[in-house]
């Protein structure tokens, strides 16, 4: 069998091999791009959910201990919350979740309602507009730096080092905008550790547990590091995904637009239908383990696949079709479940939310500039996302 992620067809359309193999089990052995390593490959939504609490490790720092040994990768970002397993995450997830804060991200609703105004704030009806480079991307890092309290004259500078590190292959640029980015995080909670403000880092600073347990330096550092990688391109590809199915569908934009209160319903339904992160972050099994009666051989690297597992039949009957009024579309898995379920949830929810509502709002014809097949889409395992979305206003 061939690497199924080896084809340049799997990142324009993934869903038919994802199909395929889910057809075949939705737990598969696979080879890898080169074929020299075979992973799991979770497809099935109820093996999906298993495998998200099942006995798999997230360490990865274990996992390559002997195969990465020619990278320089910055700790704070080759190691953080999303690569450790309890007791550490336990700790480190619950007291993130005492400085981030529903009431902290309800809060921000009004600023990231203003910053998308003031992006499209020029555009005009009929106007060309690629929303990708002009909307969907810089609006969550922007969003993420106001959060942690990163001066705006900074911004740019943290905007192309995180998209740097997100540079398919690319060792060289990914390891120095790793460094690039924690020297400057570095400096940045030096400042707000003399001054504080009202930003969360300067909240996760100070945050400690009825024990007065606190986070680390280290433990900050790869903290603020991780908020914005996790938050920047996954609601990038949120956006774009949620934005071109409509205009696919503009039965549904209509719909939208002339009730902006289902917008919110809605958000569910198309993040189920194309799952901005498509496969998880590595998982590995330390020992065998048994996922919806397939054996998971002991050493394993594992792919849990969201985006497969949200077009499961056996949960979503017609998964391939957009249907906004699906009644169980809110148990998609495209933030993740169990212990690692994305802690941004709330905040890229009101994003795409927001954009949707101003887009629509503002520009009622939005629609493709180029014929959808010339669409080009981004050579991520991880992120399903667009690489340009060119619109008419
Ligand atoms: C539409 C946008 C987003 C999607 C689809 C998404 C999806 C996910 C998924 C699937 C995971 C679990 C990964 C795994 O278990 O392997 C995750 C984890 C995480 N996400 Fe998000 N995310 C989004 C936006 C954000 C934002 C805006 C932030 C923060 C500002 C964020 C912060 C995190 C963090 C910190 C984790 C790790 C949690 C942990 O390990 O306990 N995400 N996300």
Known sequence: MTSPFAEPA??????????????????????????????????GYDAARQAFTAPLSKNT??????????????????????????????????????????????ALRPYIRSLAEQFVGLWEPGDEVNLVEELAGPLPVTVICQLLGV??????????????????????????????LAGYMTELIAAKRAHPDHSLLADLIAVHDDDADRLSEGELLSLAVLLLVAGHETTTAGIGNAVLALILHPVDLKHLRTSPHCIPGAV????????????????????????????VPSGSPVFVCPGAAN????RFPDPDRLDLDRANAASHIAFGHGIHRCLGAPLARAEVEIVLGVLLERFPGLQLAIPAEQLAWRRSRLVRGLEALPVRL
Request: a neutral charge; glycine letters at 2%; zero cysteines.
């Open 268 to 295: 569910d339904e198309l993040l189920r239908y194309d799952s901005p992160v498509s496969i998880a972050t590595l998982r590995w099994a330390p020992d065998a383990v048994d996922l919806s009666g397939s054996q």
């Open 10 to 43: 799997f990142y324009t359309d993934r869903y038919p091999t994802y199909a395929a193999l889910r057809a075949t089990s939705p737990v598969l052995q696979v080879p890898l791009e080169h074929g020299a390593t075979i992973a799991t490959v979770v497809t």
């Open 311 to 314: 077009r499961d039949p056996l």
């Open 151 to 180: 001066p705006p004259s900074d911004r740019d500078a943290i905007r192309s080092w995180s998209t740097d590190l997100f540079a398919s292959g690319d060792h060289q640029r990914i390891d120095a905008a790793s460094h690039a």
């Open 61 to 106: 720092g274990a996992y390559f201990a002997d195969k990465r040994s020619n990278r320089s990768l910055h700790p704070a970002v080759a190691r953080s919350m999303l690569t450790v397993d309890p007791p550490e995450h336990t700790r480190l997830r619950r007291l993130v979740t005492k400085a981030f804060t529903p009431a902290r991200v309800n």
